[in-house]
């Protein structure tokens, strides 16, 4: 089971997100001594706190760029299906909500307005909607639910309502009409997958075990993260259906999250850290070869880098 522990890193719930009564000003960083120690081709958008707070990075084979530099905290980007856009989670007035960007950091705007954190965001295959989790304190802690916003009308709409249990971490196939997220049902958090035509979810998981359901580029894989071998974390693949699950990191000494295919489906980025929470300790970015599955080390910046967002 993943326990609290596993909890908290699953959604992201301690991942350095900061009240506007914790907002720091924001140290210049020099960038000119961090590169990939890896080739890759595309681009790698992640969270990184090496200037003392979330800031979004992209990372490329030959350089790094800092896209957002406030005093808040800006965390979780994701890349827009055509490349042009970022999706992210900022708290520049205490809650979270969901803002895009340019891929150059421009022309910043806030996408929702809600009452609640807004959080843990994903794009519809035509870029024209956000699916994203809606967190809500209640007495006995917190509940998670999957909403979408159309980007044109910004109208509202509840994603998975006939999954009456927690949902969160909205990820979609590119190739099909489907919807992968984390579910709870009773104890522990699973991966499921919700038909967006027949309105139907199956779980792919169980165990209580499984977070991050993660599509590869032809709709044929999903990476997750399982804790169900050493109780901490490791990157898995299996089919859509869950079957053919096959475990891809086995790193003893580290906590293994937040898996991002290559646009040719070959590799997998992710994010390692030395401590349960990605608020505590270092972590840094690898990639994962999935034919072979040897693992090369990819960026590290000495903080906290998370999140990794492969385009």
Request: glycine share 10%.
């Amino acid at each position: 089971m993943l326990g609290l522990v596993g909890l908290v890193i699953l959604l992201g719930l301690a991942c350095g997100r900061k009240s506007s009564s914790q907002e720091q000003t924001s140290p210049n960083v020099d960038l000119t001594g961090l590169r990939a120690a890896t080739e890759f081709r595309g681009e790698i958008a992640f969270q990184s706190d090496m200037d003392g707070n979330n800031e979004i990075y992209v990372l490329t084979s030959d350089r790094l760029r800092k896209l957002t530099d406030t005093t808040w905290s800006s965390e979780f980007p994701k890349w827009s299906p055509d490349g042009k856009r970022i999706a992210f989670s900022a708290n520049p007035g205490g809650r979270f909500q969901i803002f895009v960007m340019n891929a150059d950091g421009s022309d910043v705007r806030q996408v929702t307005r809600s009452a609640h954190d807004a959080i843990e965001q994903a794009w519809f295959p035509d870029g024209k909607k956000i699916a994203f989790t809606e967190q809500r304190r209640t007495g006995l802690g917190r509940s998670y639910s999957l909403w979408c916003i159309d980007l044109g009308t910004g109208g509202l709409e509840r994603l998975v309502p006939e999954f009456r249990d927690s949902s969160a971490l909205p990820e979609f196939s590119p190739t099909a009409p489907l919807l992968a997220f984390t579910g709870k049902k009773l104890l522990g958090w699973d991966a499921f997958v919700y038909n967006l035509e027949s309105k139907t979810v199956a779980q792919l998981t169980r165990g209580g075990n499984v977070c991050r359901p993660h599509f590869s580029p032809d709709g044929r894989k999903i990476a997750f993260v399982s804790s169900q071998v050493d109780g901490k974390g490791d990157i898995w693949i299996m089919n859509p259906d869950g079957s053919g699950q096959d475990k891809l990191t086995d790193l003893p000494d580290t906590f293994d999250y937040y898996p991002s295919w290559s646009a040719d489906g070959k590799s997998i980025v992710f994010a390692s850290g030395t401590e349960h929470y990605p608020t505590q300790g270092q972590w840094s970015l690898s990639v994962v070869d999935v034919a072979s599955k040897k693992i090369k080390p990819l960026f590290s910046s000495g903080a906290r880098d998370v999140f990794p967002d492969w385009h």
